[in-house]
């Protein structure tokens, strides 16, 4: 019954689909659209253009850097979707991101000179200082910035240095008069301090905040560094270089340490971009530095501004206690409505699942889950997944206290986290001081399953508490994405818990599980399953309807499912945050599929599954998106909401962001995004659902 029985025409036609490079570009438009958006704060504006930034990072990271990687070995076979091949993707690619970045400078421009000055903020250029402002910077520049740069020499002696990822440096062109008259011209590299505030504050005298980016107080002063030396040039650039691990699990005796030599080489990988700023760079200046990197000229980013725009973040934060009208208006998480503020956690769960949706909801229900158990002398045992935690993290402060309060504490760290690999490391070591028996996820599959189980004994029986959700096990980030999970203690899913650590921690043959869906493999076809079962409640009721929400959709035998659905006309709602390689709306294959793509306030982050089953309808929620890697590479669970009422209460919020007109972008038949149209007041789902959390509260 999972076989596709599409015909070969619409399998094969690239048109049907979206590149998953190009998606997630459409996605951060979307980032950079919240930065134009004027109902959007102004701080709040600047900080998408710094998220816009720092996703861009990420991505020639690791997704450009793979693509370099498939063109210099020579592999040229097109992706089995949209069918462009590595060569391809990476001319698409730079053409849209130079687009993009020239639009995102043309929004700095207008914040940073235009409006912020208007609000009592500037972000000066040098050569706007008063003579006051100048001397206080020089005074600066010697006590403070001076002592800590470093000049490098680059000769037949002193080879170009090999720079860091993401630092901002600048190329120095000085020349040196010879005895006959000539000039000499050298090239010296100075590194920005990432050890130093990006901006430094100067005093004004009407009370408004006035800065001046780093950079800028070095070039005016980087003769100093050259006595005898005349400076010609000195040009800021900034290098991203490929830093996805190659983590070699085969015969690794310690994945741990195995993954710390890994992270020593990603300081070091080849460069996947170069950022200039484009006014200033000579030609040949330019070409020295592309010879010396060793990379071609579409891999160049000339920026009309300065280089690297996430120091916004901590701008912005300097800003936060002063103006506080030109941001966001601050909201507290809420008491969640299944657990009130006299209710104890472990009693109300036995009497019925407790469901949470963060940041609408107070994620310290779940801290105070952890840490109950860590000193409640009933409890035997904890069992946890940990991917991605914050820095301080009181979940581990519970976990470590749990063990040494002589609790089976059994702690599934994945160490293979992007970019949280280093603190994951850190923390697994803690965790081991402390006693807790820690294991690193399993051969070639990352963990990203978020699962905690309780196992305590009351009155000589034993009871299993389970947490299941769709985010991490972060205090931090659970104020900024939105996630739902659930407390339960139904039997059966306790008993699927157990097995699943068994299954981790130990040597197991695959365990049958009886309410939980575990990746890899069986998500994906359980989602094939469901999607069949649909098509033949459609065929007999015509009534047919599924509803998806995820981060990403990429996987295409689950697209072409979702294809083969709509084409017998069921229909489907998506809601798909960021790369959509699905194109909704094409006749005769996905006309019967609506894609909408939610960015606003809050990172969309839940992932919902909902089945119409003739009214007897299946509703999950996953930390699985339907992406090939949450299908094939990764041990994600897929699990039911079994209680009725909290079935009604997913489908509500699902069904509130359906009919958001002022957030949602829908996509067209080209894989266009666009606004809604409408002459009715705009909806924003996530104010919606910030002021029905506040509603319950005072009712």
Known sequence: ?????????????????????????????????????????????????????SNLDEFFMVRVAGLQDQVNVGFNKPENKAGFTPKEQLEQISTITKELVNRQMNIYKELIEIQLPKQGISLLKYAHLTSAQKKELHKIFEEEIFPVLTPIAVDAYRPFPILLSKTINLLVKIEDELNDGTELSKIAIVQVPSVLKRFIQVSTTDGSYAAVLL????????????????????????????????????????????????????????????????????????????????????????????????????????????????????????????????????????????????????????????EKAAVDPTVLAIKQTLYRVSGNSPIILALKRAAENGKQVTVLVELKARFDEENNVHWARELEKAGCLVIYGMHNLKTHSKITLVVRRRHNCIEQFVHLGTGNYNDQTARMYTDMSIITTDKKIGSDATQFFNYLSGYTDKPNYDKLVVAPYDIRDKFLTLIDEEMEFHKAFQNGHIKLKMNSLTDKDLILKLYEASAVGVRIDLIVRGICCLRPQIPNVSENISVRSIVGRFLEHSRIYWFHRNGASKTYLSSADMMTRNMVKRVEILFPVLSLRIQRRVMNIFDIELQDTAKARVQDANGKYHYLETEEKRIDSQQVLLEKALKQKNE
């Open 215 to 370: 950079e800028d107080i070095i070039i005016e002063n980087v003769s100093k560094l050259f006595h005898g030396y005349q400076v010609k040039h000195a040009n800021p650039f900034r290098i991203t270089r490929n830093a996805d691990l190659t983590i070699h699990e085969e015969g690794a005796r310690d994945l741990l340490i195995e993954i710390e030599k890994e992270l020593k080489k990603r300081k070091w990988g080849a460069v996947s971009r170069l950022e200039v700023k484009s006014t200033e760079i000579k030609h040949n200046l330019l070409h020295y530095l592309l010879d010396e990197l060793e990379i071609c000229s579409d891999d160049v980013y000339k920026v009309e501004g300065p280089l690297d725009v996430t120091f916004l973040f901590s701008f912005i934060k300097t800003l936060e206690g002063r103006f506080t009208r030109l941001f966001y208006e601050p909201f507290i998480p809420q008491p969640p409505l299944d657990l009130a503020s006299d209710e104890e956690i472990y009693a109300k769960a036995l009497k019925q699942d407790l469901f949470f949706h963060h940041p609408y909801e107070s994620f310290q229900p779940i801290i105070d889950f952890i």
């Open 1 to 53: 019954m999972n076989e596709v029985v599409l015909e070969k025409n619409v399998i094969n036609d690239y048109a049907n689909y979206n590149n998953r490079e190009i998606s997630w570009l459409a996605f951060n438009e979307r980032v950079l659209e919240e930065a134009e958006d004027e109902t959007n704060p102004l701080l709040e504006r600047l900080k998408f253009l710094a998220i816009f930034s």
